[in-house]
């Protein structure tokens, strides 16, 4: 019996075309631009690390704005490394935007899957945090509105009247307030005024207190709400009137604040008692009751 000879398949059509398409070999010299881009965001990064490893290991906190970059970096990978293994024809910095600009990749479904053990209902659960800022947020405006009023029906004397407060006097002890609030605005938000020391009298005038006041409660008020759960457990670096380094954590801050606040309208309350006013009602309960 003669053996029969049997012909290989012939060379599949698809490939000839994809060697002969245009659009395939475009792609390669953007394939070696990210290649290198990933190479050189790889030695950023271990320079970054180890900047911030000395910064945590000197001043006991790491660097924020470091943090930041170092997010930043970790998308820029990812979008980078995204392209090269074609799972997306977006394409990364330089010729697409740096990650924070609001081109990030969108997170797969795989990254929003809780784990077996993982409560999906406790994973999504705001922050309890946030909401709790916000009432006080509010009601500091609400308690503040209630004793400028209670204030601007005294005489500019009785104001002004050393009554033995540690800041002497009403107008000194609210001036007090608002600067240390202004100070702490600046150091949260990275703008704003900055007084030179805690008794800085801002303004001698009642009128004009009042108004920056309410500036820098309705200031308190947009940071409460649009704070993000994430930034309350971060580390704010910050330095004193002094000069002495500190680092706390901002949750740790804002509470401060509204507690600072508390403490010096509480001086104020007693003070117009002294002068023979009867002081509004402060508590926060009441103002939780006005919310309904």
């Known amino acids: 019996m003669t053996g029969h000879l049997r012909k290989g398949p012939p060379m599949d059509t698809s490939l000839k075309e994809n060697l002969q398409s245009g659009k395939t070999w475009k ?18 990064l271990a320079a970054s690390t180890i900047i911030q490893f000395l910064f945590k290991l000197v001043c006991g906190a790491p660097l924020k704005r470091l ?22 024809n977006d394409k990364p910095y330089p010729l697409g935007d740096w990650p924070g600009n609001g081109t990030e990749m969108p997170a797969s479904s795989a990254d929003h899957a809780p784990d077996d053990d993982e409560d999906e209902t406790v994973k999504h ?20 509105d209630r004793l400028y009023d209670a204030v601007a029906t005294l005489s500019e004397e009785e104001r002004n009247k050393d009554l033995g407060a540690f800041f002497r006097t009403l107008m000194k002890t609210l001036n007090h307030v608002l600067v240390a609030d202004l100070l702490w605005l600046e150091r949260l938000e990275g703008t704003g005024p900055k ?9 001698t005038n009642l009128g004009d207190l009042r108004k920056a006041r309410h500036a ?37 801050i804002l509470a401060h604040m509204f507690n ?20 509004p009602s402060l508590d926060l309960i009441y103002f939780i009751r006005e919310q309904g």
């Open 260 to 279: 600072h606040q508390t403490h010096h309208r509480g001086q104020c309350h007693h003070m117009l008692s002294q002068l023979g006013k009867t002081p």
């Open 216 to 252: 820098a409660d309705l200031r308190l008020e947009q940071l409460a709400d649009a704070l993000p759960a994430e930034r309350l457990d971060e580390i704010l670096n910050y330095q004193r009137q002094d000069g002495t380094p500190c680092n706390d954590r901002v949750s740790a």
């Open 195 to 203: 007084p030179e020391s805690l008794d800085t009298v801002l303004h």
């Open 67 to 88: 943090s930041n970059f170092g997010a930043g970096l970790a998308a820029y990978l990812r979008q980078v490394s995204a392209f090269l293994t074609y799972s997306s």
């Open 125 to 144: 659960t705001p922050d309890p945090r946030i909401g709790h800022f916000k009432t006080f947020a509010a009601y500091n405006r609400w308690a503040n």
């Open 27 to 44: 792609r390669l010299p953007l394939i070696l631009l990210y290649a290198l881009c990933f190479q050189v965001a790889e030695i950023v």
